[in-house]
């Protein structure tokens, strides 16, 4: 841990099995993934991750095709 606060034992758990290091949310330097629901077919839709460099294209074509 990099600044020794307390962390939840879920996120600790999470953290080891992806094999990231085990730091708190204010220390992590990971950001947020966008992700869009793609509804391809009438009854279920799956998520689509938006690669990191095209989320302004991504959402115009998201918006436009709603």
Known sequence: ??????????????????????VCLSCSEESPKLTLMEYGHKTAGYLVVVGKGD???AIRCYRRSR
């Open 1 to 22: 841990m990099y600044c020794k606060s307390e962390m939840d034992f879920d996120r600790v758990m999470f953290l080891q099995e992806t094999g990231r290091p085990c």
């Open 55 to 57: 989320e302004d294209k």
